[in-house]
């Protein structure tokens, strides 16, 4: 495949896994074994028992705003952007192992509040990661392949034409004010303003 040819790929695994990454950033990560049974005893505290990753959820963002510049820049300030795709994407899967390594902890930690021992018991508190955890555990690396791939073959991908541009403010020298309809409608698809 040439390197114009991996333009759609490597743009849609960054999208796809960028925008799994942002909803699992907002879902729960690790819970008691017994949030498989629901939430105990109608718990309001629930939400303060369960471990979350908001960072990730708002550095899955920053990539999924770096690939849409991605698509629409380029030469040099397309490679920054991927760069700063590439650093997200990097932060996001961090953030991802540090959530999996400290959350049982974590949620052990918040287990031991005396309102949370008053809800659940003598029930099991074994913590447990949920789908959303292992989906960004499996989005987060293909997040980071997909940067680094923009970073390396950004200069190659097609680009935008400069028809897609914002007209200059400036008419062209020499341009008369357009006087009938038909040469106002030609004057306002050239980009130039016949009212100023």
């Known amino acids: 495949m040439t390197p114009r040819g991996t333009f759609g790929p490597v743009v849609l695994l960054g999208l796809g896994t960028g925008a ?9 990560w690790v819970v008691p074994d017994l949030a498989r049974e629901s939430n105990p005893a109608g718990s309001t ?35 920054l952007v991927a760069l700063l795709a590439l650093v997200a994407a990097i932060g996001l899967m961090v953030t991802t192992i540090w959530t999996g390594v400290q959350g049982p902890d974590l949620l052990r930690e918040n287990l031991s509040d005396p309102g949370a021992q008053a809800v ?69 698809d050239e980009g130039e303003d016949p009212t100023a």
């Open 45 to 79: 505290l629930w939400d303060s028992w369960v471990v979350d990753a908001p960072l990730a959820g708002a550095l899955a963002l920053v990539l999924l705003a770096c690939w849409g510049v991605v698509l629409v820049t380029r030469g040099r300030a397309r490679r």
């Open 20 to 28: 799994l990454c942002a909803v699992a950033g907002t879902k729960d």
């Open 120 to 188: 659940l018991g003598d029930r099991s508190a074994d913590p447990s990661y949920t789908g959303w955890f292992w989906t960004a555990v499996v989005a987060s690396p293909l997040a980071v392949i997909a940067s680094a791939l923009g970073v390396r073959l950004a200069p190659q991908w097609p680009e935008m034409g400069s028809r897609y541009d914002a007209p200059s403010s400036a008419p062209g020298a020499g341009s008369a004010v357009p006087e009938d309809n038909l040469d106002i409608w030609k004057a306002i």
